[in-house]
């Protein structure tokens, strides 16, 4: 029996919101189109079909390699994922606010042109400070979220009857898990998630042993490749 503490994390698969977000940039617009709050947002057929795959994949691990426990945030496209993919599997889940996405404030809803037309001056603060420092009113940093975060984690190591948990959350939270886990530095996490960002329904994973924290993998979305019918969109980097 492998003793070893195992985290694996996972972004939720493809929202509405996603959709929209991609949309409005086409278009050029200033502004998403959402109906809904922030926490309603729901999965697209897309989504479902890449919760589908991914539940599919941790079925075929070995019992003893599956997770024994999900921990997931309270937004509705992270709990569908959460629920769609381990249906049948009996792991028990918790919600968890403070997996919940990052906190945009007033900036809420608008896209990267819509916020230097409307707030010049807290885009300009965003490229003074940079986006992991950066809190805009009303909202949170990076840093903010990783605050929340590290809570989770040591909780996790320190208090969880259970030794493989499984995170499903939001890209800002599968990249800090990471930067916590891998003890990175803001400029090589801000590198790296501007070169990779994390894909929907997408699996990373870390085991610890006697010498700390490893990377099993990162943003893997292989249970998505070979079927157009779940083939990741491509990615707009995390705000």
């Known amino acids: 029996m492998d003793h070893n503490l195992w985290i694996g994390a ?13 949309d409005a940039a086409r ?9 809904e709050r922030e926490a309603d947002v729901p999965l697209s057929d897309l989504g479902r079909r890449q919760a589908e795959s991914l539940g599919r994949r941790l079925a075929r691990m070995p019992g003893s390699e599956r997770p024994e426990l999900v921990l997931a945030s309270p937004f509705l496209r ?26 945009l404030g007033i900036l809420d ?32 940093s990076w840093t903010d979220v990783a605050l929340r975060l590290r809570m989770v984690l040591r909780e996790i ?12 959350a939001h890209d800002v ?15 090589v996490l801000m590198e790296e998630a501007k070169k990779m960002p994390v894909s929907n329904a997408s699996l990373s994973s870390w085991i610890k042993d006697d010498h700390g924290w490893h990377r099993e993998r990162f943003n893997d979305v292989t249970h998505l490749e070979g079927d157009d019918s779940t083939r990741p969109t491509a990615e707009e980097p995390v705000a």
């Open 78 to 103: 992270a709990r569908e994922t959460a629920e769609i993919a381990t249906s049948g599997l009996e792991v028990p889940m918790r919600i968890d606010e403070r997996l919940r996405d990052r906190d």
């Open 10 to 22: 996972v972004r939720h698969g493809e929202s509405t919101a996603n959709i929209a977000a991609r």
């Open 157 to 168: 190591e320190q208090d969880l009857p259970a030794q493989r948990v499984l995170v499903v």
């Open 173 to 187: 939270v599968v990249a800090l898990v990471r930067y916590v886990l891998e003890d990175l530095d803001e400029h």
């Open 27 to 35: 278009d050029g617009l200033d502004l998403i189109e959402i109906t």
């Open 109 to 140: 809803l608008h896209t990267v042109e819509g916020i230097r037309a409307e707030f010049p001056q807290e885009a300009e603060r965003r490229r003074h400070h940079g986006k992991f420092y950066y809190r805009p009113p009303g909202g949170e």
